[in-house]
């Protein structure tokens, strides 16, 4: 599977789980907004139900109070006259208590003045009449009782009642209405909701049971892959050995052949420095003899004395000679080297328990006179011990201490050091000097074989950090440089506590 297909699989899985999530958030928002629009619906109602119902109690009281009136007025008992003063007593309580229900309807605000001073009109004929039969001049109470008759004054207020009434009818069936749609908004928006989500729900469930599908598939073509895996990683590791192998036949050949006619070279260059006296003398013994026009007399015994061309040729022709033997010396010292790595690789390593400050000690201890020389201390720290192969990590902390001692800032003290530690099955060894340093740019090059960086006034083939990073790379470990110009160089090397086969192929 493409990272491009596995990416658009990935987002079609996680499209219906937003959506999902988008969904449910929307549906809780909603449910919201209509449980408060639906509570302040019910809360309309209820209040509607409470003014009317504080409407006919407030009747409740007034007509209480005229039945009782008219008991007292006919009978002269003090029962009415006690149920009189009671009702009268609570019309009041129940008039203020429905002008505060009331007080945000205009219209009912203006109906509970009306009703108002009709009560207070009324209330006022209850205690003229009252005070009429208490004086013991009923004929006088009779009369008032058929002015406030006359004066329709119960009437005024039952009308006033009826018609405050009438609006909070209208309020209820408005109220009620708008309650229902409330519900059946928020019975639409549910069940919207719930099917969209299982909608989703679906959807999703057929993406997972596709992508299980799809992973099961992988499974079985990984399984497959893996039938023949270890015996393809066999033989590749077989054909990369043989390659390994051919090529190291191919340098020794090579180096070899190289060796024959260089040889042959030498032993040329050789006879043509023997043959450079007899030359040069003849050349000298004619040049005499046409000076003086005679026969030429030419005598090995005597050393011929040149000058002029003579000279100059003769000079020409050493310089020649040498520059010759130098080429050629320096060229067998190369084929030297590329047999001495093609040999070594075909060594096989030999993991043993190393002492390792023992092992540095005793390195230290061959160069000795090198560092006496160059003025330079090697300090050697704590050093975790391996299991390794002896013989290349002499090889490989041989030629760093040599390099430090031998690329040393001239007229300064040499410091040298030597420690390690270890980390998750690893021991780290750091080769520290306060020498010349290298370039940043050649960082990598000082690796590479026959690439030496830096001024070359040092004898050297440029093998030998090559030949080390190739061990390191044997013992399955790693290595790298920190340095720059004139502040010295820090070889970091990693290699495992213990090493074996399984750590790095040794011919790979």
């Known amino acids: 599977m493409t990272p491009e297909v596995w990416h658009r699989r990935a987002l079609w899985q996680f499209l219906p789980l937003a959506a999902g999530f988008l969904v449910l958030v929307a549906i809780s928002a909603g449910s919201v907004l209509l449980v408060y629009k639906s509570r302040d619906d019910s809360a309309a109602v209820v209040h509607t139900i409470e003014v009317e119902n504080q409407t006919n109690a407030l009747l409740l009281e007034i007509r209480r109070a005229e039945s009782s009136a008219r008991g007292y007025l006919l009978t002269s008992a003090q029962d009415f006259l006690g149920d009189h003063q009671e009702a009268v007593a609570a019309i009041h309580p129940e008039l203020d208590k429905l002008e505060w229900l009331t007080q ?30 208490k004086a013991g001049n009923p004929a006088a109470a009779a009369e008032l009782v058929r002015e406030a008759a006359a004066g329709n004054t119960t009437a005024t207020i039952r009308d006033i009642a009826n018609a405050m009434l009438t609006e909070e009818n209208r309020l209820f069936a408005m109220r009620s209405a708008s309650a229902e749609q409330s519900q059946r908004l928020a019975s639409t928006v549910t069940i919207a909701g719930s099917a969209l989500v299982i909608a989703l729900a679906g959807i999703s469930m057929m993406l997972l049971r596709r992508s299980a599908r799809a992973r099961d598939e992988a499974e079985a073509m990984l399984r497959d892959a893996n039938l023949n895996l270890e015996a393809t990683v066999d033989e590749r590791t077989a054909d990369l050995r043989e390659a390994n192998n051919e090529i190291q036949r191919f340098a020794y050949i090579v180096s070899h052949d ?10 040329f260059t050789s006879e043509l420095e023997e043959l450079r006296h007899d030359i040069f003398k003849r050349i000298a013994s004619l040049g005499r003899a046409v000076a003086s026009a005679q026969a030429p007399v030419v005598s090995i015994e005597t050393e011929p004395v040149l000058d002029g061309v003579d000279l100059k040729l003769s000079q020409e ?8 033997k130098s080429s050629i010396a320096k060229m067998d010292r190369l084929i030297s080297a590329i047999l001495n790595l093609t040999r070594e690789g075909r060594r096989q390593f030999e993991p043993v328990p190393i002492d390792m400050r023992q092992l540095i000690e005793s390195i230290v201890a061959t160069l000795a006179h090198q560092a006496a020389e160059a003025d330079a201390t090697v300090d050697i720290g704590n050093l975790p011990n391996l299991v390794s192969d002896r013989l290349a990590l002499e090889q490989i902390f041989s030629n760093l201490i040599d390099n430090a001692i031998k690329y040393l800032r001239p007229g300064v003290p040499g410091e040298i050091s030597v420690k390690g530690r270890t980390k998750l099955g690893f021991a780290i060894f750091e080769v520290t000097d306060n020498g010349r340093g290298i370039d940043q740019k050649d960082h990598q090059r000082i690796f590479d074989l026959f690439r030496r960086a830096g001024t070359q006034d040092k004898p050297g083939q440029g093998i030998g950090l090559a030949h080390v990073r190739a061990l390191v ?10 340095s720059e110009l004139n502040s010295g160089s820090t070889f970091t090397i990693t290699l495992p506590l213990k090493w074996n086969a399984t750590n790095r192929k040794q011919d790979a």
């Open 317 to 324: 022709f050493s310089e020649a000679l040498a520059f010759i």
């Open 104 to 133: 945000d309807n205009p219209v009912q605000r203006e109906n509970v003045r009306k009703l108002r001073s009709a009560i207070e009109m009324r209330v006022s004929q209850f205690a003229r009449e009252m005070d009429s039969v």
């Open 473 to 482: 790379r044997r013992l399955g470990g790693t290595m790298s440089v920190a």
């Open 258 to 267: 190289l060796r024959s006619p260089l040889v042959n070279i030498m032993g």
